[in-house]
């Protein structure tokens, strides 16, 4: 019995629910996969399957033994692409993190152009709005928007500014005229990004212009974790927003929203938020981290 394709079909079986589903996709015949787990359960003196007329299912002891054997194959399967990624030309899976509207807005329509030119590769694109543990979730590279991440234990690469900037509609500045300083502000309906906290808490708009700088505390009845929200909220005349430049400027060039405050520099909580790069000590010299840290180069505003 070959022993690891007897593993590989097992997890097959398993997600499939069934030998004669398992078979269709591994391309080969009912019986051979039926033998297979016949031969495996034997080898491991134990039943790992229910065999029902409808339905294959896993035992208890199989369930113990899926775990633990998935987790040795994505070792193995690790190591296969750890050799494949040595090599001068990329190839292999690339599995990434990136933050949703960020992906979609900026990332997601070059994606064609680096598959097209890295054609030995895959990529694995995780949308998440959450901070992504990449040794955990076995991420490669992520891209993250913020203060550059301080842990040791990661390689750092700044690939972006993130300039912010306050808008609102001109639907919405008709009707409660074009503030002329931002402490204004502070008696205006802001949208405001919810960092984690209350949404009771201070939030606190730091507006700067050479040596001048002016924190300015604002108010309003529309929190959220989602830019997209925040977005639409500001479109329909909801009142100011404090956004990203990348995610607003079709808008304000399309005349739908208007930029204030030209002339300042705006930060929600302080520091210089960067778009960057981060991944651990051990994917340093991959080639496909560096294949797409020089693509993200290349078609981000690198500073």
Known sequence: MDKLLALKTLLEVSDAGGFAKAAQRLGVATSSVTRLMDALEQDVGAVLLTRTPRRVSLTDAGATYV???AKVLDDLAEADESVLDSGAEPAGMLRIAVPSTYNRVVLAPHLAAFLQAHPRMTLDVVAADRYVDLALERIDLAVRIGLPDSN??????????????????????ERESVPDEPAVLAQRECLRVSYGGSYRARQIWTFTRGETQEPVNVR????????????AAVLAGQGFALLPEWLVCEAIAAGR?????????????????????????????????????RFL???????
């Open 67 to 69: 775990e633990q054997i």
């Open 152 to 173: 040791p234990q990661l390689v750092v690469k700044t690939l972006a500014e993130n300039t912010r900037v306050v808008v609102a509609s001109a639907g919405y500045l």
């Open 220 to 231: 309003g009845r529309l929190v959220s974790d989602s830019i997209d929200m925040l977005f």
């Open 257 to 293: 929203l208007v930029r204030v405050f030209d002339g300042w520099q705006v930060s929600p909580q302080g520091g210089d938020a960067v778009v960057h790069a981060a991944y651990l000590p051990n994917r340093r010299h991959s080639t496909k981290v560096r294949a797409l840290l």
């Open 297 to 303: 180069e290349a078609h981000l505003n690198v500073r």
